[in-house]
Nanobody
Framework: QVQLVESGGGLVQAGGSLRLSCAASGWIFSIATMGWYRQAPGKQRELVASITGVDSTKYADSVKGRFAISRDNAKNTLYLQMNSLKPEDTAVYYC????????WGQGTQVTVSS
């Protein structure tokens, strides 16, 4: 059974940092393009960053230069290092295995106070 389990969310002051982790199991994580999405209250879920199986990365303009996505295939784990956090980064963050896999984690809350 495929599982994606996020951790590392929490409450942080503006300007602070958090590192999210997503532990994957149940399928061949290393070949999947993985992404971090977020959804703020009343807003649509949006792609924050993605990384392919050969470590090619893409970022939303709103997080470029502040967030870094990475993966450790030996540990079947995806990461999102978030620096210089802003109140507008407040959202539930989800780990996602992009199609053809289309698996989602349960989400982890990130709250940035001003």
């Amino acid at each position: 059974q495929v599982q994606l389990v996020e951790s590392g969310g929490g409450l942080v002051q503006a300007g602070g940092s958090l590192r999210l982790s997503c532990a994957a199991s149940g399928w061949i994580f290393s070949i999947a393009t993985m992404g971090w999405y977020r959804q703020a209250p009343g807003k649509q879920r949006e792609l924050v960053a993605s990384i392919t199986g050969v470590d090619s990365t893409k970022y939303a303009d709103s997080v470029k230069g502040r967030f870094a996505i990475s993966r450790d295939n030996a540990k079947n784990t995806l990461y999102l290092q978030m620096n210089s956090l802003k109140p507008e980064d407040t959202a539930v963050y989800y780990c996602h295995a992009l199609p053809p896999w289309n698996y989602w984690g349960q989400g982890t809350q990130v709250t940035v106070s001003s």
